[in-house]
């Protein structure tokens, strides 16, 4: 598959504000923000979308989901509450196939869906 700029952000390539790091996946702050927290976890290994998981992948796709409580807790955002997204190829919106959770709160968030 094709290289993306987040897996040269796992590998230390192109600068990123990582906020959270282990041997499963990374966690940086979105370049783009659309809550005051926006962080982009992504696997180590490059899977291009959800729509293309394997039962090989579950270890990270967990771990997806246990960065993004850490995280959470760690910006103070747990309690109050945030959002987990995952846009999934053209019509989901997806922009970089490097499969990627966007976590998002800091703020009341509004409609799931604007369009
Ligand atoms: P998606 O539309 O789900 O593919 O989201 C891609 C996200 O990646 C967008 O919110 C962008 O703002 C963000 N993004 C693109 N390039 C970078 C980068 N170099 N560092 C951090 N975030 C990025």
Redesign the pocket.
Known sequence: MADT?FGK?VRGE?E?DVVYRDELVTA?????A?APTHV?IVPNEAIPTAADVEPSHEPALGRLFTAARKIAEAEGIAEEGYRLIV?VRGHG????FHL?M?LLGGKRLGRMLSG
């Not at 940086?28 to 783009?32: L, M, P, Q, V």
């Not at 919106?93 to 970089?96: K, M, N, P, T, W």
Request: charged share 15%; net charge negative.
């Open positions: 700029i952000i192109v990123a940086f702050r979105d370049i783009n659309q982009l846009n919106g997806q922009e970089v990627h966007h």
